[in-house]
Structures are given as C-alpha cells and as structure tokens.
C-alpha cells in the first residue's frame, strides 16, 4: 500500500495526538516531529522512532516528508504553512487556520499556485454523531432546518493561548452549522467578555443565515465540567447531539428515539481523511474556503462584542 511521508509540526498536547494517530494509519508514514524545544521534540520522536528538529528548513531537507500537520500556536500558522505549501507540501492546519482573513486568502491562493492540498483541522466534522446528524437533516428527516443552538463550554485551560474562546472552541460549532445550513452569512451579533485571561474567555453569538435560518452559539472557559452540546430544530422535530458520547436523538410530533451510533476517534478519521485527499488527488474534505469562511465569521463576532452592535456580512 502507498504511504505518504508525514511530519507534525508542534508536538505539544495535540501535536502528540497527530503523531499517534500519523503512526497508526496504514496509508501514512511519521517521519519527523518539530518543536522548537528540543526535549519535547526529542521525546515524541524517541516514542516512535522517528526523526526529530527544532528547525524546521532542516526537517524540510528530509525528502521523505511529502505532508505536515501544523499544530502550533496560532500566530505561527500563516509563516509555517506558507513554508510547507511553497516547497509542495501538502498542509494540515489546526484551527483557527490563520491568525487573520487575509493571511488565509493568501494561503488559500498559495495552495492553488502550488498543486497542494491544503485542509483545517475541524476535527468535529468526523465525529460520528455529527456525521449522522447532518445525514439526516440532509435527508429531510426533521423538515427544513431553520435553529441551531450549540453549547461548548470547558473549564479555564492550563495552557496560555493566543486566541481567545471564539477562535479557540466556537469556531468549531460556527464550522458545524455552516454545514448544516449550507447557505451565507447575513450578520453576526455577540457579547463577550473577559474574567480571567486576556482573550475574551465567554461569548454568546447569534449568526444569521439566508433564508431566515439563524444559529446561537454559546461558549465559555468558565464551566466546571465539560459540555459539548448541538440542538438543531427542523420544521417536523429537532435533533439532540452530545459530541462527547458521540449520541444524537431525534424527536418528533409522533415518537423519540436514538439511533445507535458506534463511537469512532474523530482524529483518526480526520486525519485518515487528509491522507487519502493525497494518495487519491481528491479535494479534502474541509477545504481551506472552509477554514476562511468559519474564521470571517469569528471576527465578525470579536467586533460586533467589541463594538457593541452586529455586523452584516
């Protein structure tokens, strides 16, 4: 079976994950892990046997590494992946794909000159319940979807990041609906605020679509426990999933029910996904346009918090 060469770029708590899952897959090769502290670097590799760098035109040296997961803090993303795709790597970048609109235009653009793929890592998009979700509200199973409400909500992270919980978790539900109503954004109103970092840490946002279908999208670094919820209301029922336990339930005007859903580790089948786009020279499944339209979305919402009024798109 053909393998394609891979390095993960960043291999703190979830450059760990990629390098994992990297070695599990049978249509991919971990080559190399970069980091720019050496002890981490060095120990991810040493855990797989694989190369390691803290510079990274040295990993880029390696002929074998034909694709790159990038999993650094955002304000790297742009620089790195603009990097990878210029030598004709194909690039996986973590979410928020850039730092701003105009840098992921530009990757977008780069991407296209140079014959890469080039995907966002909205690891929800391959959890199962939201895969069965979106099945069926595509089949027409609650009518026509008109309400989204989605909760992601967490306790304060230990980590020091440099984004705040709109580009951090909500953009991953603001991906979720995008696919779910398939359809332009009107306008974005939100209130968010501050406690305890110096992002904004909690942040309610109301996102209207074409068509008079409209999303809440509710999130915080402020709950004691986490709570990965998504309601979505049709004109015949609405849809409950709970992204943790990967579970989705469906009620209507005649009966409530649970479909059985097999569990499966949204990462793998990320990551398995952005593989095969390769080995098969097809588009991946989210795009960088997908990447761009979730991240105009989420700027729209820190300016209208800071603004204090909506802000039409």
């Keep these: 079976m053909a393998k394609i060469g891979v390095a993960v770029i960043g291999s703190g708590s979830w450059g760990k994950n990629h390098a994992r899952v990297y070695n599990q897959l049978t ?41 790159v997961s990038i999993c650094t803090p955002t304000v790297t993303h742009y620089d790195l992946a603009k990097q990878a795709i210029e030598l004709g790597k194909h690039v996986l970048v973590e979410k928020p794909m850039t730092n701003t609109v105009d840098e992921a235009k530009d990757l977008i653009r780069l991407s296209k000159i140079n014959g890469t793929k080039l995907t966002v890592g909205f690891v929800e998009r391959f959890n199962s319940a939201i895969k069965e979700a979106l099945k069926r509200t595509s089949d027409g199973e609650i009518g026509d979807v008109i309400l989204a409400h989605t909760r992601r909500l967490s306790r304060r992270p230990s980590r020091i990041g440099d984004v705040g919980v709109i580009k951090d978790l909500a953009i991953h539900d603001i991906d979720i609906i995008n696919q779910l109503f398939k359809d332009d954004v009107t306008v974005v109103f939100a209130s968010a605020g501050s406690i305890a970092h110096s992002f904004e840490d909690y942040a309610n946002i109301q996102i209207g679509y074409h068509g ?36 989705i339930i469906i009620e209507n005007n005649e ?5 059985y859903l097999t569990p499966e580790e949204p ?40 603004k204090r009024e909506h802000v039409s798109l």
Excluded: M
């Design 27 to 67: 249509n991919a090769s971990l080559e190399a892990v970069v980091d720019a502290r050496e002890d981490i670097a060095r120990n991810v590799a040493k855990q797989y046997g694989v190369k390691w760098y803290t510079d990274l035109e040295k990993a880029f040296t390696n002929t074998n590494i034909e694709a």
């Design 212 to 247: 008079n279908k409209s999303a809440f999208v509710e999130t915080n670094w402020l709950t004691p426990r986490k709570i990965r919820t998504l309601t979505i209301t049709g004109t015949e029922g609405i849809i409950t999933v709970e992204y943790i336990t990967q579970q």
């Design 255 to 259: 009966r409530l029910y649970q479909p």
């Design 267 to 306: 990462l793998y089948n990320e990551l398995n996904s952005f593989i095969n786009s390769i080995l098969t020279d097809t588009e991946p499944e989210v795009t960088g346009k997908d990447g761009l339209k979730a991240l105009k979305i989420c700027e729209a919402a820190i300016s209208s918090a800071k």
